[in-house]
């Protein structure tokens, strides 16, 4: 049974750039949400996926947007890189948009110089 | 203030003792609880999902949960080496805007030592 696969494993980028992180969920899974944990930090929401829309949004800018597909997987892209965007990128699948819980995968490791 | 408070730690502890980590959160609204677990360079691991107050038991791991006190634990007994990680307390609400969203503690380490 497939976990929460992430692509890539690493990225770096310069400031100013844009990215695209991808996931696929848990097999059985529908929705999809994305998190960043910044170095010593617990993970932060930043938005959830489900039925290919935009459900739920955290304290981050537009720079910071999203897809979902109708296979269940996923897009991050996050336009005009900053410093600051420097973290591991999470991605967590769950069954339904309510209160089941989230499995995570291992994250994309980004690296903005 | 943090909605969710977690001491970082570090915590050290020899093999074999009963580890205690502990949470405390602001949001009333909150109801379900959970801690994860996360080695290096891995994503986090659920390891106790519990749902308002009371305990839950899971093998060697009891997570407790005191929405009087707002406060959250989790105790490892006979603790070994392997369950030397990050260990991270969460909590979301019951519906609405909650569902997806999970606010996380700043996480605890944990080293087992032989």
């Known amino acids: 049974d497939a976990g929460v696969t992430q692509s890539p494993t690493h990225l770096i980028k310069t400031r100013g750039q844009q990215v695209t992180l991808r996931c696929s969920p848990k097999?059985?899974?529908?929705?999809v949400s994305w998190y960043q944990q910044a170095l010593g930090q617990g993970p932060q929401f930043i938005f959830q996926?489900?039925?290919?829309?935009?459900?739920q949004r955290g304290n981050f800018p537009d720079r910071f947007s999203g897809h979902q597909f109708p296979n269940y997987s996923s897009e991050l892209n996050v336009n005009a890189l900053l410093l600051g965007d420097s973290a591991l990128y999470l991605c967590a699948s769950s069954l339904g948009a309510g209160n089941s819980p989230l499995h995570f995968g291992n994250g994309t490791r980004l690296t903005v110089t | 203030q943090k909605e969710v408070e977690q001491d970082p730690g570090p915590l050290s502890v020899p093999e074999g003792a009963i580890v205690s980590l502990n949470c405390t959160y602001s949001n009333s609204a909150f109801q379900y609880f959970m801690w994860y677990r996360q080695y290096s360079r891995k994503g986090p691991e659920l390891l106790m999902y519990?749902?308002?107050?009371g305990n839950k038991e899971d093998g060697r791991f009891t997570a407790q949960v005191d929405k009087s006190s707002k406060y959250i634990s989790l105790f490892i007994r006979d603790s070994q080496p392997s369950d030397s990680a990050t260990y991270l307390c969460?909590?979301?609400?019951?519906?609405?805007?909650?569902?997806?969203?999970?606010?996380f503690g700043q996480g605890t380490i944990l080293t087992v030592h032989p």
């Open positions: 519990t749902y308002s107050s």
């Open positions: 097999s059985g899974h529908d929705t």
């Open positions: 996926y489900y039925e290919e829309e935009e459900r």
């Open positions: 969460a909590s979301r609400g019951a519906g609405g805007t909650s569902y997806g969203k999970l606010t």
